[in-house]
Nanobody, 126 residues
C-alpha cells in the first residue's frame, strides 16, 4: 500500500523556522516525484515545492522561493520541507503528495497528484 505520513507541524512566530517530514512507504521512492502543497482556510490548494527523485531537480512556488527548501533522505524514504522566515500568510494545512508522472514537477507544482498524506497544520503568529 502506498502511504505518505507527514509530521513536524505546529505553531511558530513570524520569522521562525519549521521542518516538515514526509515518510513514504509502499513504493519505489526513486521512481516518483514528491511534492508539498498547502491549503489555507477558504483558499484553493497551492503547490509549494516538489522534487524529482531520479535527477534531483526541484521547483518552488514564487511565494516560498528563497525561504523554503525541499530535500530528501534516500535511506529513510523521507522528503523534508525546511521552512525559514515564516510569515503569517504561510499558515495552512501542509500536505505531501507523490506521483510517478514526472511531468507534474517539470515546469511547476502541477495539480492532479495521486497519493496524498493526511496533512499537518502550520500556524504562524504575527
Amino acid at each position: 500500500e502506498v502511504q505518505l505520513v507527514e509530521s513536524g507541524g505546529g505553531l511558530v512566530q513570524a520569522g521562525g523556522s519549521l521542518r516538515l517530514s514526509c515518510a513514504a512507504s509502499g513504493f519505489t521512492f526513486d521512481d516518483y516525484v514528491i511534492g508539498w502543497f498547502r491549503q489555507a482556510p477558504g483558499k484553493e490548494r497551492e503547490g509549494v515545492a516538489c522534487v524529482t527523485r531520479s535527477d534531483g531537480s526541484r521547483y518552488y512556488a514564487n511565494s516560498v522561493k528563497g525561504r523554503f527548501t525541499i530535500s530528501s533522505d534516500n535511506a529513510k524514504n523521507t522528503v523534508y520541507l525546511q521552512m525559514d522566515s515564516l510569515k503569517p500568510e504561510d499558515t495552512a494545512v501542509y500536505y505531501c503528495a507523490a506521483d510517478f508522472r514526472k511531468a507534474l514537477c517539470r515546469v511547476g507544482v502541477l495539480p492532479g497528484w495521486r497519493t496524498w498524506g493526511q496533512g499537518t497544520q502550520i500556524t504562524v503568529s504575527s
